[in-house]
Nanobody, 115 residues
Framework: QLVESGGGLVQPGGSLRLSCAASGFTFNIYIMNWYRQAPGKERELVASINSAGGSTSYVDSVKGRFTISRDNAKNTVDLQMNSLKPEDTAVYYC??????????WGQGTQVTVSS
């Protein structure tokens, strides 16, 4: 099970920190991803972190503004979002994935960037 939190309404230029809490599976062997889906658009992979936390990747549109991190002792993965723009408005989802073990999705948390 994955449960996201931390979404909300923020002004352009502001910051939010999303958190995803995992339970019911061996968290520290899964790659963790953050996706987002804006109205009328396809779900987009935003950031990814490997199982040990030593390797991360980002979609070009968020590089330098978003940071993904994980705490394998607490079974959590976070997404720090800075310098937010209106185009970052979306429902954000965390995903756990491991080849041969399947995929878990959270229920999503709304992020709205607006003045």
């Amino acid at each position: 099970q994955l449960v996201e939190s931390g979404g909300g309404l923020v002004q352009p230029g502001g910051s939010l920190r999303l958190s995803c809490a995992a339970s019911g599976f061996t968290f520290n062997i899964y790659i963790m991803n953050w996706y987002r889906q804006a109205p009328g658009k396809e779900r987009e992979l935003v950031a990814s972190i490997n199982s040990a936390g030593g390797s991360t990747s980002y979609v070009d549109s968020v590089k330098g503004r978003f940071t993904i991190s994980r705490d394998n002792a607490k079974n959590t993965v976070d997404l720090q979002m800075n310098s937010l723009k209106p185009e970052d408005t979306a429902v954000y989802y965390c995903q756990a994935i491991k080849t041969g073990r399947g995929t878990y999705w959270g229920q999503g948390t709304q992020v709205t960037v607006s003045s």
